[in-house]
């Protein structure tokens, strides 16, 4: 409960905080309930001031990169600024994933929907070293060597028959 003597102080704090809301809220503000806050872009900053997630509608392109397509959703970035992962929607290319970058700059571990299939990458060196998805009904996972060259296949159909590919038998 708040006591007389700082009621008054509350009321202008609460009173402030609703015209800040608005002015960042924009001309809709008006048509608006008074507890949403529309923004293009929000930084969540660490101890140092330096942001450190950052949701953005489209989101700013990683440091010395330009992004090929619109991305939107959230960054997860270095002490430096530097994104390392993220959750985003490439909506031009029908993408949605949740991804964690090496400190080289590749996305190292990616798990998401590419047009409508779920699939899970991992990399190494820049190259492809696991595949996990389903492709028309068909569960995989696929091995590669250091090159990134696939190796080995396995998978199970929608009907349940299974197959290898490229696995030497046994001597």
Same mark, same amino acid.
């Given at each position: &409960?708040?006591?007389? %003597?700082?009621?008054?102080?509350?009321?202008?704090?609460?009173?402030? #905080?609703?015209?800040?809301?608005?002015?960042? $809220?924009?001309? @809709? +503000?008006? @048509?608006?309930? +008074?507890?949403?806050?529309? $923004?293009?872009?929000?930084?969540?900053? !660490?101890? =140092?001031?330096?942001?450190?997630?950052?949701?953005? +509608?489209? &989101?700013?392109? /990683?440091?010395?990169?330009?992004?090929?397509?619109?991305?939107?959703?959230?960054?997860? %970035?270095?002490? @430096?600024?530097?994104?390392?992962?993220?959750?985003?929607?490439?909506?031009?290319?029908?993408?949605?994933?949740?991804?964690?970058?090496?400190?080289?700059?590749?996305?190292?571990?990616?798990?998401?929907?590419?047009?409508?299939? /779920? @699939?899970?990458?991992?990399?190494?060196?820049?190259?492809?070293?696991?595949?996990?998805?389903?492709?028309?009904?068909?569960? #995989?996972?696929? %091995? =590669?060597?250091?090159?990134?060259?696939?190796?080995?296949?396995?998978?199970?159909?929608? !009907?349940?028959?299974?197959?290898?590919?490229?696995?030497?038998? $046994?001597?």
């Amino acid at each position: &409960m708040t006591s007389s %003597l700082f009621r008054p102080f509350a009321l202008a704090a609460v009173s402030s #905080s609703g015209l800040l809301l608005a002015a960042c $809220a924009g001309s @809709t +503000a008006a @048509t608006r309930p +008074a507890d949403i806050l529309s $923004a293009r872009q929000l930084d969540i900053v !660490d101890e =140092h001031g330096q942001a450190r997630i950052r949701i953005g +509608a489209p &989101m700013p392109d /990683p440091q010395g990169l330009k992004r090929a397509v619109a991305a939107y959703g959230i960054q997860f %970035l270095s002490p @430096t600024g530097q994104e390392i992962g993220g959750l985003a929607m490439l909506d031009a290319i029908g993408i949605r994933g949740l991804c964690f970058d090496s400190e080289e700059g590749y996305e190292a571990m990616c798990v998401g929907l590419e047009q409508g299939k /779920p @699939t899970i990458t991992f990399r190494h060196d820049w190259k492809e070293r696991i595949t996990l998805g389903v492709v028309d009904g068909v569960a #995989s996972i696929v %091995l =590669h060597d250091a090159q990134g060259n696939p190796q080995l296949k396995l998978e199970v159909d929608k !009907d349940g028959k299974t197959r290898t590919v490229g696995m030497t038998p $046994a001597p």
